[in-house]
């Protein structure tokens, strides 16, 4: 999917791909997540469709529809399914690498990369720190 040159006036979520691209994004990361010993303690069913939940919310993210808010309940559903899942340091950066891996994989163009960077980084620390008992905001 990686491109020279880029609409200016395209979203994230349409140079990323759109609704396909943010299904390939999401498989490529949970392939990754579910085949990290580490990681795997942080899911209690790992066959629940969490492929199709993380598609949602990227989707949405990227500025994609408001799909994952209306079926799903949002931010605050992603906040709190992360409570009392004690995330390691080391499970913390582990989530990092696994993203950006998974979004080199699929070819995430290099201006999402660089709007998509900091919030990797802000939501990998805002999961450790809900999963510990401590807003993050």
């Given at each position: 999917m990686a491109t020279n040159?880029?609409?200016?006036?395209a979203s994230m979520y349409e140079l990323s791909g759109g609704a396909p691209g943010m299904q390939k994004?999401?498989?490529?990361?949970y392939a990754?997540?579910?085949?990290?010993?580490?990681?795997?303690?942080?899911f209690h069913d790992p066959d629940e469709d969490h492929v199709g939940r993380m598609a949602l919310w990227l989707g949405e993210f990227f500025?994609?529809?408001?799909?994952?808010?209306?079926?799903?309940?949002?931010?605050s559903t992603v906040i709190m399914v992360h409570?009392?899942?004690?995330?390691?340091?080391?499970?913390?950066?582990?989530w990092i690498d696994?993203?950006?891996?998974?979004?080199?994989?699929?070819?995430?163009?290099?201006?999402?990369?660089d709007a998509f960077?900091?919030?990797?980084?802000?939501?990998?620390?805002?999961?450790?720190g809900e999963s510990r008992g401590r807003r993050f905001r």
């Open positions: 040159s880029v609409d200016s006036s994004l999401a498989a490529a990361f990754r997540m579910f085949a990290d010993p580490l990681m795997v303690p942080l500025g994609g529809p408001a799909v994952h808010s209306e079926q799903r309940g949002g931010i409570r009392g899942l004690n995330i390691s340091d080391a499970q913390r950066q582990h696994h993203m950006l891996a998974a979004s080199h994989e699929v070819g995430l163009p290099e201006v999402v990369m960077l900091p919030h990797i980084h802000f939501g990998a620390r805002a999961a450790q």
